[in-house]
């Protein structure tokens, strides 16, 4: 019995060794386990606690809202939310995508691959959700789903201005138009928004880091009643040219105020991403062309200033003029004719309009043009205004005389054109344009104008430019009852890059108007790039102007002219 007493003793003995073997083994290897995430991977495990309790997030500004001079809502922010998750809190992630997709209106696998990541504390699983949607989600009552109030950026009149207005992109910048050109001011400033959570992942703080600043708010000089009807304007010359594009400009002379800066093709400014790249330039300001005719006007304005011609100045004119290696003809074939400076700027003689830029010499007609204001931006609130293209005198060739008075060899743009015959509408007086016309409600700051010409010298080319509208001029049936009008009319053939020289069948149509003549208070300019079948810019731009005009006159309500001086040179 003892040995057997004693054998038993041992047994129990060495299971209680190897019990204790066993214990402090898995005590070290504790120890090691405690000392390796300790240190080894301290960092990462403490960024996943905090990650878990602790999110810092952007709370933007609410962007400021652009509207037209009436208050008419052009750009506004509507209520919306970012869905965001914490991928490390969804046992579930299949299922939380397939419940949250057909909301948000996104696959589901590609938000299963955003919950999918497991190492991340905070993922956006969409941006800019409606709050008609949003709420929807928020009554899930999905644990680690969560809710960051934001906004999104409507256009409430769609098609209304987009070229002009420009987009917004997904986190708040201003992509295009004014949204990029005021961005600053419209944007404010984003806040920063402290979430600590419990272990359940519930919120139990909220801190505002840094306070959000709501963007300021921009009322335009636009009219958006003008620009309806600008844009409509355009539509039909759209569809009965079928040009490669056209620009309306509606201007105040008197202010340099833009009424109305239109494009065709239109665009929704909702969608304007799937618009392609040439129905989203803003070609008011970013399309420079060979102005052709309308370019004369500001020949013989030099010319009267500088005291070379008078209206009344007679010319004799060849049927052609020879000017170096360069033939200049008419519109028309004609024999010899006699012109005044009236007649030649009515009639838009070729010929005419050369020999009084050879009056003026290369060197003071340089100084017109610029002092006019081409060659440069005109300063306007606008993104990504060209400049045109106006060479030097010391870039002349022997025959530069002989086209660029008649608006051959330079390019401008439609602002620009716009621009420097209000200059002329108001007396001599350039006035730079200007779109934007109050911040908050207080008025916007506004450039000094210059004078360009004198008083007597711009009544002398309105007075010229009415014999446009007359009989016999170059757009004879444009009229408008009770109003006296003056314009001028340009049809100019385009550059051809490939083989040199000009198109002979692709040209710039346009027309530049004003009313009324004699005290003008709206002045209107079409351009229409490449219209088929008919190219004049009297049968195709003039027709236009008087469309948009027979709304704007009695809209602005402008009262009539005199009704004797109004019978006068009407055509």
Request: aromatic share 6%; net charge positive; no cysteine.
């Given at each position: ?277 040439y129905a989203r330039t803003d070609r008011a300001v970013q399309f420079a062309y060979e102005p052709g005719s309308t370019f004369k006007a500001f020949t013989v304005a030099g010319a009267l200033q500088e005291r070379l011609v008078t209206p009344r100045t007679p010319f004799n004119l060849p049927p052609v003029l020879q000017v170096a290696d360069r033939v200049i003809e008419e519109a028309h074939p004609r024999g010899a004719v006699t012109l005044d400076t009236s007649g030649i700027l009515a009639q838009s003689s070729n010929v005419g309009t050369v020999m009084i830029g050879q009056r003026l010499g290369a060197q003071r007609f340089d100084r017109w043009v ?202």
């Amino acid at each position: 019995m003892p040995p057997t007493g004693s054998h038993g003793m041992g047994l129990i003995e060495r299971r209680i060794s190897l019990l204790m073997v066993v214990f402090f083994a898995l005590l070290a290897l504790a120890g090691v386990r405690s000392l390796w995430l300790g240190t080894v991977k301290a960092s990462k495990l403490k960024q996943a606690a905090v990650s878990q309790q602790v999110a810092t997030v952007e709370v933007p500004a609410r962007r400021g809202t652009i509207t037209d001079r009436h208050g008419v809502e052009l750009a506004v922010s509507e209520p919306a939310d970012d869905i965001a998750a914490n991928p490390m809190l969804i046992d579930d992630p299949a299922g939380v995508a397939n419940r949250i997709a057909p909301i948000v209106g996104v696959p589901a696998g590609q938000l299963l691959e955003k919950l999918a990541d497991r190492d991340s504390g905070f993922v956006y699983l969409q941006r800019l959700v409606p709050a008609s949607k949003s709420r929807h989600v928020e009554k899930l009552d999905i644990e680690g789903i969560d809710l960051i109030p934001s906004s999104r950026r409507i256009y409430p009149q769609k098609f209304l201005a987009s070229q002009l207005l420009g987009t917004v992109g997904i986190d708040g910048d201003g992509l295009g138009g004014l949204e990029y050109a005021h961005d600053k001011l419209l944007r404010g400033r984003s806040g920063e928004r402290r979430i600590v959570r419990d272990a359940l992942g519930e919120a139990i703080s909220l801190r505002d880091e840094r306070e959000m600043r709501a963007g300021r708010n921009v009322t335009l000089t636009l009219d958006a009643a003008i620009q309806d009807r600008a844009e409509k304007v355009l539509g039909e010359v759209g569809q009965a040219f079928s040009p490669k594009g056209a620009t309306a400009i509606v201007m105040d002379p008197r202010s340099g105020e833009l009424l109305a800066v239109a494009n065709w093709p239109r665009v929704d400014a909702n969608e304007i991403g799937k618009a392609p790249d040439y129905a989203r330039t803003d070609r008011a300001v970013q399309f420079a062309y060979e102005p052709g005719s309308t370019f004369k006007a500001f020949t013989v304005a030099g010319a009267l200033q500088e005291r070379l011609v008078t209206p009344r100045t007679p010319f004799n004119l060849p049927p052609v003029l020879q000017v170096a290696d360069r033939v200049i003809e008419e519109a028309h074939p004609r024999g010899a004719v006699t012109l005044d400076t009236s007649g030649i700027l009515a009639q838009s003689s070729n010929v005419g309009t050369v020999m009084i830029g050879q009056r003026l010499g290369a060197q003071r007609f340089d100084r017109w043009v610029r002092r006019f204001g081409f060659g440069r931006t005109t300063g306007v609130d606008l993104p990504g205004e060209a400049s045109g293209i106006v060479p030097t005198p010391d870039e002349y060739s022997g025959s530069s005389i002989g086209n660029l008075p008649i608006g051959q060899g330079l390019a401008v743009t439609p602002l620009q054109m716009a621009t420097a015959y209000g200059a002329i509408a108001n007396g001599g007086i350039l006035r730079p344009a200007r779109i934007v016309k109050a911040l908050d409600g207080k008025p916007a700051r506004r450039r000094r104008g210059r004078r360009i010409v004198s008083a007597p010298v711009a009544a002398s080319v309105r007075q010229m430019l009415e014999g446009v509208l007359a009989a016999g001029g170059t757009a004879e049936e444009v009229s408008i009852p009770g109003y006296r009008l003056a314009g001028k009319t340009g049809t100019a053939q385009k550059p051809d890059p490939v083989n040199g020289g000009y198109s002979d069948d692709k040209y710039v149509a346009s027309f530049v108007g004003f009313a009324p003549a004699r005290a003008p208070q709206v002045l209107v300019v079409v351009m229409v790039d490449e219209p088929v079948g008919v190219h004049l810019g009297g049968a195709v731009a003039a027709p236009a102007v008087q469309r948009i005009m027979e709304f704007a006159l009695p809209y602005l309500r402008i009262p009539p002219d005199d009704a004797a001086e109004a019978s006068q040179g009407m055509g």
